[in-house]
């Protein structure tokens, strides 16, 4: 049984790297947004799975995320469940740019369910597809192994998330990772983890943005309260950015978390990633 320290000293090593594409398999070819190195993470990850919990991929968009955990964990000979969430819609844009072998639809908001259920069809019933918005779905699956977290794109989100998926992470084991962690306009997540600084150990920084996570103690209730983020004035929401930079210090450069500052400081009281974006693309005066 690996102690927190011989976790931490494993990541530090960053073992992933050796991942290579032959290894990834049929996940080699499903598409995704991850970058190369968070793909090899996630294969990596899947492969590491010691208990018999549920692997967790909130924000799949083509099933690129699940793909990868999937390949690990059959090279591992594991058969965990892996649940992934998203509406399973998508942009012309998106669909455009990430797979651009397949027709592209006639209009935005595109089925994606076809391509996904086509992408993951070599791991057949191990995958669970959860179609709709996370915010209207509650998780009854038991512990978590591994919670891949891509779709808190607000505050209101990642509170939500937090409520439903964290309690059942099981401390010294499952791994948490924030996708999105070191966006700019996603101040709310580092606000959310600082405050549950008791409840998690940050494992390694994967770039670009991507942040890993032990959980180290049970996510109770009152833990839940200190990292709720959606009810936090700038002020506090600052306070709090300011003290992940503190947190992180070693792992990631302080210019992330002064880039989040400006952010809340030029959006006053924004609490959703693409409302922070736009407003940020909008001619000032
Ligand atoms: C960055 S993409 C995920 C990329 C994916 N993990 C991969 O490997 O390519 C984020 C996804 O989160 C989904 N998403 C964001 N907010 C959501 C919500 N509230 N409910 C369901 N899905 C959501 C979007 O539909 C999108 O497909």
Redo the contacts with the bound molecule.
């Keep these: 049984m690996q102690t927190g320290t011989d976790i931490v000293a494993e990541f530090a090593a960053r073992p992933w790297a050796a991942v290579t594409l032959a290894d990834l398999g049929p996940a080699a070819r499903v598409?995704?947004?991850?970058t190369p190195e968070?793909s090899q993470l996630?294969h990596w990850l899947g492969r590491r799975v010691q208990g018999d919990g549920a692997v967790v991929?909130?924000?799949?968009?083509?099933?690129?995320?699940?793909?990868?955990l999937l390949s690990g964990l059959a090279a591992a000979g594991r058969a965990n469940p892996v649940h992934s969430?998203?509406?399973?819609?998508?942009s012309r844009a998106?669909w455009a740019r990430?797979m651009p072998d397949e027709p592209l639809p006639e209009a935005d908001d595109a089925d994606?369910l076809p391509v996904v259920r086509r992408h993951l069809a070599p791991w057949g019933d191990q995958v669970v597809l959860h179609v709709?918005?996370?915010?209207d779905?509650q998780w009854a699956g038991g512990p978590i192994e591994i919670l891949?977290v891509?779709?808190?794109?607000?505050s209101g989100?990642a509170d939500h998330i937090a409520a439903e998926f964290f309690p059942m992470l099981v401390p010294g084991r499952s791994v948490v990772v924030q996708?999105?962690y070191l966006m700019a306009v996603q101040p709310w997540l580092c606000a959310q983890m600082v405050g549950m600084r008791d409840q998690f150990q940050p494992l390694a920084h994967v770039p670009k943005v991507g942040l890993v996570f032990l959980c180290v103690a049970p996510v109770t209730r009152a833990a839940l309260a200190g990292g709720r983020v959606h009810d936090l004035t700038d002020g506090k929401l600052m306070q709090r950015v300011r003290a992940a930079a503190d947190w992180h210090e070693g792992m990631v450069p302080r210019g992330r978390f002064k880039a989040m500052l400006e952010q809340i400081k030029a959006h006053p009281g924004v609490r959703l990633g693409w409302q922070m974006k736009q407003a940020a693309a909008q001619p000032k005066g």
């Excluded at 991929?57 to 990868?68: E, H, I, K, P």
């Design positions: 598409p995704t947004m991850l968070e996630y991929d909130l924000g799949a968009y083509a099933g690129g995320s699940a793909a990868r969430y998203d509406r399973f819609r998508s998106f990430f994606l709709g918005d996370i915010g779905k891949s891509d779709a808190a794109k607000g989100m996708q999105d």
